[in-house]
């Protein structure tokens, strides 16, 4: 069964810093991967997505992230960071492959900006 | 076009009380779900409709029941609430490979 691992349930970076948010999947079949931010009180919005071609996918709001398939990786990254980045950040795999199935959801990732 | 709707905002319910969410989409997507968020859980999918006239469980669908009321709608019932049940509803829907888009969340609680 696919899965996804969101490491570090909590993130901290200062104005300006890189960010690197850590997502690895699990899946028996090629994945489709998933990035979603969600804004406090808000529903989720897409940042940005794989789906087997290009593996360096750019995304919304000058955040982008890399497929690796080696390391079951798609780890989402932003060379520097913004007050309004403050959020929290879902990674997401499709459950059967593809563009096929439900999508599951990693634990989630909340990101803090600090001055 | 006002993407995926969902009412209401919030609602408060005692112990054993009944509520229906309600969902709509105007992107005539096929497939629409309801999930569940719950602090440090993520997301868990409850309840699916892959196309107009079926429903499948998800992860966590006991408590619950659906109903695909035409292509647009997609509504959530809890037929008896239960303090376990406290959580913040999402209602989405997907349009081929553009990702799932996300309602605005429901905010329930259960006394």
């Known amino acids: 069964a696919q899965s996804v691992t969101q490491l570090g349930s909590h993130v901290s970076v200062s104005e300006g810093a890189l960010v690197l948010l850590r997502c690895n999947y699990s899946s028996s079949v090629p994945p489709y991967l998933f990035w979603y931010v969600q804004y406090p009180n808000q529903g989720l919005q897409l940042l940005l997505k794989y789906t087997s071609a290009a593996t360096l996918v750019k995304g919304i709001n000058g955040f982008e992230a890399e497929f690796k398939k080696s390391e079951t990786s798609f780890h989402l990254t932003k060379p520097s960071a913004h007050m309004s980045d403050a959020a929290e950040y879902f990674c997401?795999?499709?459950?059967?492959?593809?563009?096929?199935?439900?999508?599951?959801f990693g634990k989630g990732t909340k990101l803090s900006v600090k001055p | 076009n006002a993407g995926v709707t969902q009412t209401p905002k919030f609602q408060v319910l005692k112990t054993g009380q009944s509520m229906t969410l309600q969902c709509a989409q105007d992107?005539?997507?096929?497939?629409m779900y309801w999930y569940r968020q719950d602090p440090g859980m993520g997301l868990r999918l409850i309840y699916y409709?892959?196309?107009?006239?079926?429903?499948d469980k998800g992860e966590v669908p006991n408590g619950y029941n659906v109903s695909r009321l035409n292509k647009r709608e997609f509504s959530l019932r809890l037929e008896s609430a239960a303090p376990s049940q406290t959580s913040v509803y999402f209602c989405a829907s997907r349009g081929g490979l553009a990702g799932d888009m996300f309602g605005p969340g429901t905010r329930l609680l259960v006394l």
């Open positions: 992107m005539n997507h096929n497939s």
């Open positions: 997401a795999v499709s459950e059967w492959g593809g563009s096929q199935g439900n999508l599951i």
């Open positions: 409709s892959a196309s107009e006239g079926t429903t």
